[in-house]
């Protein structure tokens, strides 16, 4: 098993405007996976994208995956308050025991 | 649907008492089990990890144990509290398969008196 870096530790944008994090990892996966947690509470799975895949939406969410690289991004468009958490990366390989990085501290500004 | 249940949601024990945190699973079998602790300010760490009933690895030194008596339930305890024992408890539960997320508790706030 490993864990995600992310990166930056810490963001803060206007409310608006976008926001990319970015992951890297070290060796190899068959997925890697995003989850979100806001402050005090569970986390929240946000996406999912195999590694035979470069890239994938789910609503305001962006995620790109480069393999070669052993990186990925994570990109929230028209960000809005409640998008303010901690956002993990968690690259996985077969039945991985997910590992938990420090994460990105995302805060949107009014 | 498949649910988890984390009990109880905030808790205030005593240094060198006993713990009992409980975690169940509904509408699945077989789920590969976690318990994590995030300490105030720290990430997620991972205490243990189950992959099936008498099938638990501690990835971490502690005063903490866990058991799985039955598929689907997973509890984390301690015979005697200690202060750096606080912290937010979270299970979570992963089906089998390669291409699966993770489901999570909603979280035990532990604090140690």
């Known amino acids: 098993s490993q864990q995600g870096e992310e990166d930056p530790q810490a963001l803060s944008i206007q409310e608006g405007e976008n926001a990319t994090m970015n992951c890297s990892y070290k060796t190899s996966i068959n997925n890697l996976q995003w989850y979100r947690q806001n402050s005090g509470r569970g986390l929240v799975h946000l996406i999912l994208i195999r590694s035979n895949e470069r890239e994938k939406h789910s609503g305001r969410l962006r995620v790109t995956l480069d393999t070669s690289k052993k990186s990925s991004s994570l990109l929230i468009t028209a960000s809005r308050a409640a998008d303010t958490a901690s956002y993990f990366c968690v690259p996985l390989k077969t039945d991985d025991k997910i590992i938990f990085g420090k994460g990105t501290r995302l805060h949107i500004l009014p | 649907s498949q649910t988890i249940h984390q009990w109880p949601a905030t808790l205030v024990q005593p240094v060198g008492s006993p713990l009992s945190l409980e975690c169940t699973v509904e509408?699945?079998?077989?789920?590969?089990l976690y318990w994590y602790r995030q300490a105030a300010g720290r990430g997620l760490q991972l205490l243990f990890y189950?992959?099936?009933?008498?099938?638990i690895s501690s990835e971490v030194p502690q005063n903490l144990s866990a058991s799985r008596p039955q598929d689907r339930q997973f509890i984390l305890s301690s015979k005697k509290l200690l202060l750096s024992d606080s912290g937010f408890y979270l299970c979570?539960?992963?089906?089998?398969?390669?291409?699966?997320?993770?489901?999570f508790g909603q979280g035990t706030r532990l604090t140690v008196v």
């Open positions: 979570a539960w992963r089906p089998r398969g390669i291409h699966t997320e993770a489901f």
């Open positions: 189950s992959i099936g009933i008498d099938q």
């Open positions: 509408g699945t079998s077989n789920p590969n």
